[in-house]
Nanobody
Framework: QVQLVESGGGSVQVGGSLRLSCAAS????????TGWFRQAPGKEREFVAS????????VYGDSVKGRFTISRDNAKNTVDLQMNSLKPEDTAVYYC??????????WGQGTQVTVSS
């Protein structure tokens, strides 16, 4: 089992920045990749970014490329998402998830991000 807790959400104006953090605990040694996803009201869940535990490549969703940066601290078992140049369409609940196999199988509770104009 892996437990995930997101933090750092909140309200910000257009063009502002927020930093989300995902703290993992439990059997984290089995994690091979951590991802951030988001879901806005009435919309499907959208992939935001992912980062491998070691090796591999970082991947970003097209809508956040150049604005968001994902990073990890293996010693602290945390993965951060730095979000810059925020837009109203970035408003959503952001979820952290990890994979211990081919699919994301552990999810956090989510943190709300609201961008207002």
């Amino acid at each position: 089992q892996v437990q995930l807790v997101e933090s750092g959400g909140g309200s910000v104006q257009v063009g502002g920045s927020l930093r989300l953090s995902c703290a993992a605990s439990g059997r984290t040694i089995r994690v091979n990749r951590t991802g951030w996803f988001r879901q806005a009201p009435g919309k499907e869940r959208e992939f935001v970014a992912s980062i491998p535990w070691s090796g591999g490549s970082i991947v970003y969703g097209d809508s956040v490329k150049g604005r968001f940066t994902i990073s990890r601290d293996n010693a602290k078992n945390t993965v951060d998402l730095q979000m810059n140049s925020l837009k109203p369409e970035d408003t959503a609940v952001y979820y952290c998830a990890v994979r211990t196999g081919p699919a994301y199988n552990y999810w956090g509770q989510g943190t709300q991000v609201t961008v207002s104009s």
